[in-house]
């Protein structure tokens, strides 16, 4: 049995919210699991990242192994940084609009 720890989604259309858990390989995204080891929600700022590491390590201690989005956050609650906040650019009609005043304001 291939044991991953992976995310989970939770929550409504375009407001998810992530359960940490272990689940068997072979389970769907969203099924059975065996533990909840955590939680995350992006949409808070800052973001929400509560992971129980102590029994992370004990899977991780017994095979389990972790994806790569559950290793960037295990990092992350490690370091004790806050999570990184993703630079965005504005779209184009904003753009437009403050190129616009800037060019009003000359």
Do not use: C, F
């Not at 909840?36 to 992006?42: A, I, K």
Request: proline share 7%; aromatic share 4%.
């Amino acid at each position: 049995m291939a044991v991953k720890i992976r995310l989970a989604r939770h929550g409504a259309k375009k407001h998810p919210y992530y359960r940490v858990v272990v689940a068997d390989g072979r389970m769907p995204r969203d099924g059975r699991y065996i533990e909840e080891v955590g939680r995350y929600n992006p949409l808070t700022t800052p973001k929400t990242i509560q992971l129980d590491l102590e029994k992370i390590d004990a899977w991780v201690a017994k095979g389990a192994q972790t994806s790569s989005t559950v290793s960037h956050l295990v990092d992350i609650v490690r370091s004790g940084a806050p999570a990184p906040e993703k630079v965005r650019k504005p779209s184009k009609k904003a753009q437009a609009k403050a190129a616009a005043a800037a060019k009003g304001g000359e």
